[in-house]
Every structure is written in C-alpha cells, then in structure tokens.
C-alpha cells in the first residue's frame, strides 16, 4: 500500500490557515520618513505610493479597537546595530539613516495617531514597547524580521492574537522575512497586497503556499465590518 502522496495546496485546509480578523492585529513595517519620502536618505522605490492605503488600513484598525503595531529600524550613526551588509554603508556614509532622535527616523505621518508624536528611541531600543493609543504600539526591530530579538510574540500571545495583517516597505526584506516568521510561530496570516511596497508575482505565489491569504485594503476592512 503506497503512501498518500504530499500536496503543497493548503486551500483544502482552511480551518488551519483561514484568517480570524475579530482577534487579529496589523502589523506596519518600517513606514519611516527616511524609507518612504522620496528624495530621503534610503528611500525604497513605490513606498510612498501605497501610504494612503496603508492609511486606509491603519485608521480601519483603530475604528475596530484592535491592535495597531509600528515596527520601526533605528540605525546608530557608527553602524553598530546594523545588519552586517548594512554596516559599511552606514559607517562610510557616517550615519544619517533611521538615525535616533532625527526627523528620518520617524514614522510617516500620514499613519501617525498624532501629528505630534515622537518616537522614544531610548526606550524602543532597550527593547521596550511604546504605547501611542489605548490599541497602538511601536517594537523596534533590530533585523530583518520583526519577531527577532523583539517581545512582539509575547505582546501578541498576552493580547489572543491569532492573527496577523501585514502591511508596509518593502516586501522583499522586512514583511517577507517578518511573514515567515509568524508562519513558523503558527500565526493566521493575511497580507494586504496593495498597501506593500515591491511586491511581486513570485512572492504572492510563494505566500500562497504556505498558507498567507492575499487581498486587498476593501476587502480587509469589509471582514472588520466597516
């Protein structure tokens, strides 16, 4: 008697994989100034263009009560805290990107919950949470990933968060690498595929696969009831 053979389609098992959005939370990644005005010291090419659906998003999230979490890059000026191919750069370049206490650093603010925040750099790169709302916090992240080094799982675990919503810059790094690792943590995953920046065919594909479901900013805020 043969063995059954594997299927790598995880649509015939959706009581695993299917989003709960009335416990969920959103996750925006690096939607800093330095990353997506144009013009700004690392600028990633079509982030600015998806902001207002990243908006859209945010403030549907916060309609609902639930959970909105930042996470943000904070690079020293001397590179130390940098991943190791960013680190030359950064010290050659003497700093100047996502830097602490600079205008760079901060999160866009089309996204912020007010025009006067301030992101409290001592705090975030000690490893703590910054609460901006009754339901919105910022995690600094020191890599790619926003589970690595970070309390994000346990802030979620404590929250009955079992799912989550990516949005942000840029999917090759940070949302991809941050996806990834919520799939191996066994959260429900969905990505909103018009408020990402770089996304492409292969990647929504790959995602697929292992389970992500892809839609778009409507379709995201209909499941909230909005």
């Given at each position: ?145 926003a589970f690595y080094g970070t309390a994000l799982e346990v802030f979620l675990r404590e929250h009955g968060i079992d799912t989550l919503v990516f949005a942000g810059c840029n999917f090759p790094n ?53």
């Amino acid at each position: 008697m043969g063995s059954r053979p594997y299927s790598h389609n995880l649509t015939l098992m959706p009581e695993y994989t299917a989003p709960r959005f009335l416990s969920s939370a959103l996750i925006v990644i690096d939607m800093q100034n330095d990353f997506v005005l144009p013009g700004a010291s690392a600028c990633v090419e079509g982030t600015s263009a998806v902001v207002p659906q990243v908006a859209e998003l945010v403030n549907a999230y916060r309609q609902v009560g639930l959970p909105v979490i930042h996470i943000v890059r904070l690079y020293e000026p001397d590179g130390t805290n940098a991943d190791l191919c960013r680190r030359a750069h950064i010290q050659q370049a003497g700093g100047g990107i996502a830097e602490p206490g600079t205008e760079g650093a901060q999160i866009v603010e089309a996204l912020r919950p007010s025009p006067t925040l301030k992101l409290d750099t001592a705090s975030l790169l000690a490893g703590h949470a910054q609460a901006v709302g009754e339901h919105e916090f910022i995690f600094y992240k020191p890599r790619w990933g926003a589970f690595y080094g970070t309390a994000l799982e346990v802030f979620l675990r404590e929250h009955g968060i079992d799912t989550l919503v990516f949005a942000g810059c840029n999917f090759p790094n940070c949302p991809r690498t941050s996806i990834y690792e919520a799939s191996e943590r066994d959260f429900r995953l969905v990505l909103a595929r018009d408020a990402v920046s770089q996304l492409y065919p292969k990647g929504e594909e790959e995602l697929a696969s292992i389970g992500v479901r892809l839609m778009g900013v409507g379709a995201i805020r209909a499941e909230l009831g909005l």
